[in-house]
């Protein structure tokens, strides 16, 4: 069964994240299963120096299991390896109804992009991918062919993905 995948893309401080946390919450209410995967900037850490797992990267380990009776996370440094694509990823991710996808703004599936008034940079993303497949904003959108919703209007969000992936009872 070919994954369900729906992407939430935007340039920085477009509202992604916040629309993301909102989508998890709406779909799992709604009883699906869900995943995410976020692209994040190069540097970033999920681990704390002096962590006992911090130090085992430090030493040079390639792969860092952290598990306890509550979660698991595995860490792998790349080292000297290209990024993976977001197909090695999603393979690596166990079965969900679907996977929402933060980031990833060169990837070939659908989206919805984030604006903000906010938002460093608003030029629009659409106009140049035909992924993205509605916009989320916090102001009025004109001259745009897409659907368009509120940014805080999670449920029709929710209810446009949904159809847009096919995730039907």
């Known amino acids: 069964m070919k994954r369900r995948i729906f992407g939430i893309t935007g340039w920085k401080n477009s ?42 990267r ?48 060169r990837e070939a599936h659908k989206k919805i992009e984030t604006r903000r008034l906010e938002a460093k940079d608003r030029t629009p993303l659409s106009a140049a991918d035909p992924h993205i497949v509605a916009i989320a904003s916090d102001f009025h959108i004109v001259g745009e062919d897409l659907p368009a919703f509120d940014l805080d209007d999670t449920n029709s969000i929710a209810d446009f993905i949904e159809r847009a992936t096919g995730l039907t009872r």
Request: proline share 3%.
């Open 58 to 105: 430090q030493a040079g380990a390639m792969e860092v299991a952290v598990v306890s009776g509550r979660r698991w996370a595995l860490m792998h440094e790349l080292r000297d390896e290209d990024e993976p694509t977001l197909d090695a990823i999603l393979s690596r991710l166990a079965p969900s109804d679907i996977v929402l996808v933060e980031g990833y703004k």
């Open 15 to 56: 509202g992604k994240t916040t629309l993301t946390e909102k989508l998890v919450a709406e779909l799992v209410r709604r009883g699906w299963k869900v995943s995410t995967v976020k692209h994040a900037h190069h540097d970033f850490d999920i681990d704390k120096p002096g962590a006992d797992s911090f130090r085992h």
